[in-house]
Antibody, heavy 114, light 110 residues
Framework: EVQLVESGGGLVQPGGSLRLSCAAS????????MKWVRQPPGKGLEWVST????????YYADSVKGRFTISRDNSKNTMYLQLNSLTAEDTATYYC???????WGQGTMVTVSS | QSALTQPASVSGSPGQSITISCTGT?????????VSWFQQYPGKAPHLMIY???KRPSGVSNRFSGSKSGNTASLTISGLQAEDEADYYC??????????FGTGTKVTVL
């Protein structure tokens, strides 16, 4: 059974940092492109970032470029999202998703507030 | 990248068919056959219903179908059921090697 489990969310002050993790199981992680998508409370979905199989190609939404860094460790079947210079506009539930968005995790909430 | 345009709400009676539109540009919806549709219940993660414009993942009811014409994609739900009441989002790959989601549509079963 394919499973994606996000962790690392929480309350952080403006300007702060967090690292989110997405632990994958039930499939050959290294064979799949992976993505992060976020959803602010009560609002729509926003694609955040994509990483290729080996981790050497990454893509970012303009809203997070230069502040967020996506990475993966195929030996640990885990993807990461480093969030820096956080603002209130980054408050959202962050989901990891596989490849064609065919499987999603349950999400982890990030709240940026003083 | 502006969000794809969807109607805010669509409603129908049980058994009826409804269609949700998703309008983009030639740089996204019109330029690629990588349009997907997602169903989301409150407090839950999105669930893939349609990918590559009209393909259904295993386990998705054949009451859900997708199509595209020009810069507008559509999701049709036939034989509407109470369990179809949810939010629906479209998404598309874009010319900038990114993805853009739609504004979302709340489907109400009357």
């Amino acid at each position: 059974e394919v499973q994606l489990v996000e962790s690392g969310g929480g309350l952080v002050q403006p300007g702060g940092s967090l690292r989110l993790s997405c632990a994958a199981s039930g499939f050959s992680f290294e064979d799949y492109v992976m993505k992060w998508v976020r959803q602010p409370p009560g609002k729509g979905l926003e694609w955040v970032s994509t990483i290729n199989f080996g981790g050497d190609s990454t893509y970012y939404a303009d809203s997070v470029k230069g502040r967020f860094t996506i990475s993966r460790d195929n030996s640990k079947n885990t993807m990461y999202l480093q969030l820096n210079s956080l603002t209130a506009e980054d408050t959202a539930t962050y989901y990891c998703a596989r490849s064609t968005f065919d499987f999603w995790g349950q999400g982890t909430m990030v709240t940026v507030s003083s | 990248q502006s969000a794809l345009t969807q109607p805010a709400s669509v409603s129908g009676s049980p058994g009826q068919s409804i269609t949700i539109s998703c309008t983009g540009t030639s740089s996204d919806v019109g330029g690629y056959n990588y349009v997907s549709w997602f169903q989301q219940y409150p407090g839950k993660a999105p669930h893939l219903m349609i990918y590559e414009v009209s393909k259904r993942p295993s386990g998705v009811s054949n009451r859900f179908s997708g199509s595209k014409s020009g810069n507008t994609a559509s999701l049709t739900i036939s034989g509407l059921q109470a369990e179809d009441e949810a939010d629906y989002y479209c998404s598309s790959y874009t010319i900038r090697s990114s993805y853009v989601f739609g504004t979302g549509t709340k489907v109400t079963v009357l």
